[in-house]
């Protein structure tokens, strides 16, 4: 672990008293509505806080009304709030479903952060509504206060939704009390394909029980049930006493969406009448801005864009990917020459400039999908990266070794691939010794996830840049509920004093695996 010494968990109860204090989403019996827009009173908060996108600097923090109101975040050094800076926050409507995100600018680096929201009635700033209490931490600019993030994805997938007689999403609790610097959430952040039924019959005749909603009983096509789809997660009190105290770096794949979608794509699915995967996709898009706090997608802005870099003080570097939104159409895979690839042509060139920019000494490039494991979309077309011909790139890989050829001819050092997606846990090596392609730097890629999803198998690696499995553990069969298999997240750990980073993969109730990688060096 890192030397900083971590902030006391019990001294957050004010926090966590305050979070929750609107609503208890275990109590909710298993098929529920969402709250109506009360009338009279004051304006509620039932849905907790969220920061993201923290900087050494600067923060994000999110909340959501139940009528209109006028956003107010106060923060404060301390949680008994003696002295407070205020923030005006937006006007909260129905155009953004009553949601809103402040930006905080100019905060102390390396502190813990203090806020609480207010939300005021519009015509009246002097009505407001119980203030919902959250915590986060800047970056600090000193090495020596080291970083410590977990990340994961893939909530609430293949109908295993929120379980009462389980707990709710428990692991949210554990990752909780690690007290990371931020959580990255790697894509799959709800199933808008996937509803969430009352009752699931398992494979030894037990039956798991979900709580429900309206919007989440069919699949997501209108805005509205996109935005009930990401309300969902937030029905949880173990999301939403995370999200009060852990701040989020998000990122989409294609179940926000639909399974594999790509742009230009006709669904065909018939349970879909709008088939249009353009038409759904911006849908989800807004939605997705409403519900988490992102620097470059800002509520209600139809111009955002979800690839983004976070800067975390001299030791990290964060490159947010979108593989989603600007791929070319899956395929086979087997074309010569391919300038489109999954990142688009833009998106490549401002990643290449970024890292080429980047002092950090570790540079994670988050990245929504593997690069070497084999993830298919039917028959015979591919959905990731690889596609299982182990020879010189072709299709999407050709994009991928352009980058990795710019990484090792830049000397750009400390750069390692997180993801999720394929919902098991696993780590690779790449090395040009092994590998078809050969202009390239060794590096490692790790693999977490689901969250709260079905488990699959292990899928194979495909040897066009060398991969080398030092670890896996997946189930053996496809679609393993959350009751019969293990959660998993991972953990990465870097050391303020010697800028050793250390990933470990976690699974509910310990670690799995471990890897020390060194600063400033190669292959590892």
């Known amino acids: 672990m890192s030397p900083r010494p971590p902030s006391p968990l019990p001294g957050r109860r004010s926090v966590l008293r305050g979070s929750l204090a609107a609503s208890a989403a275990l109590a909710l019996p298993a098929t529920v509505a969402a709250p109506a827009l009360a009338l009279s ?21 999110w909340v959501r009304s139940d009528r209109p109101a006028r956003m107010i975040v106060e923060t404060s050094a301390t949680e008994s709030f003696r002295r407070t800076t205020r923030w005006h926050g937006p006007l909260l409507g129905p155009g953004t479903d009553f949601t809103g995100t402040t930006r905080l600018r100019g905060l102390p680096s390396g502190e813990q952060i203090h806020y609480r929201v207010l939300l005021a009635d519009p015509d009246d700033p002097r009505r407001t509504g119980e203030p919902v209490n959250g ?16 990340w994961s994805g893939d909530i609430a997938g293949q109908g295993w939704g929120i379980n009462p007689d389980l707990g709710g999403y428990r692991v949210y609790e554990e990752m909780r009390r690690l007290d990371p610097d931020f959580f990255l959430c790697s894509g799959d952040t709800i199933y808008a394909d996937n509803p969430i039924l009352p009752k699931v019959t398992l494979p030894d005749g037990r039956i798991w ?20 789809a990401f309300r ?10 995370f999200n009060a105290q852990v701040p989020t ?61 976070l800067r975390h003080g001299p030791l990290l570097d964060v490159f947010v990917l979108d593989m989603r939104t600007h791929r070319n159409a899956n395929s086979p895979g087997r074309q010569p020459d391919d300038t489109n690839g999954i990142l688009g042509a833009e998106q490549l060139a401002w990643l290449k400039r970024e890292l080429s920019r980047s002092r950090a000494t570790w540079k994670v490039i988050a990245s929504d999908m593997p690069l070497g494991l084999v993830v298919a979309d039917g028959a015979v077309n591919f959905e990731a990266v690889a596609q299982g011909d ?73 040897g066009t840049f060398g991969p080398e499995q030092s670890f896996v553990k997946a189930p053996t069969r496809a679609n393993v509920s959350p009751a019969e298999s293990p959660q998993y997240f991972g953990e990465v750990d870097i050391d303020g004093a010697s800028g050793e980073l250390t990933v470990r993969l976690r699974e509910e109730g310990g670690v799995l695996f471990t890897k020390v990688l060194q600063p400033g060096r190669v292959g590892q």
Request: charged share 25%.
């Open 41 to 61: 009173g004051r304006p509620k908060a039932g849905w907790g806080v969220q920061s993201g996108d923290v900087t050494t600097n600067s923060g994000l923090v």
């Open 135 to 150: 915590t986060f931490r800047t970056a600090s600019t000193h090495r020596r206060g080291g970083a410590r993030f977990l």
């Open 209 to 228: 029980r979900n709580v429900t909603t309206e919007e989440k009983s069919k699949v997501a096509e209108s805005l509205a049930e996109f935005r009930g």
């Open 232 to 241: 969902y997660n937030l029905l949880d009190e173990n999301v939403r006493r």
């Open 249 to 309: 770096v998000v990122q989409w794949d294609d179940h926000e969406v639909h399974n594999n979608w790509y742009p230009g794509q006709i669904l065909d699915d018939a349970r879909y009448t709008v088939k249009d995967a353009d038409l759904l996709a911006e849908r989800s898009l807004r939605a997705f801005g409403e519900y988490f706090p992102i620097s470059t997608l800002p509520t209600g802005d139809a111009g955002g864009r979800m690839y983004r870099v």
């Open 390 to 462: 182990p020879g010189a790139p072709l299709g999407r890989e050709l994009q991928i070794a352009e980058l990795l050829r710019h990484i090792k001819h830049r000397r750009i050092t400390g750069t390692l691939w997180l993801t999720a997606d394929v919902h098991y846990t696993s780590a690779q090596h790449y090395d040009p010794s092994r590998a078809a392609f050969k202009d390239f730097a060794p590096f490692w890629e790790f693999v977490s996830g689901p969250l709260a999803a079905g488990g699959f198998p292990a899928v194979k690696l495909d």
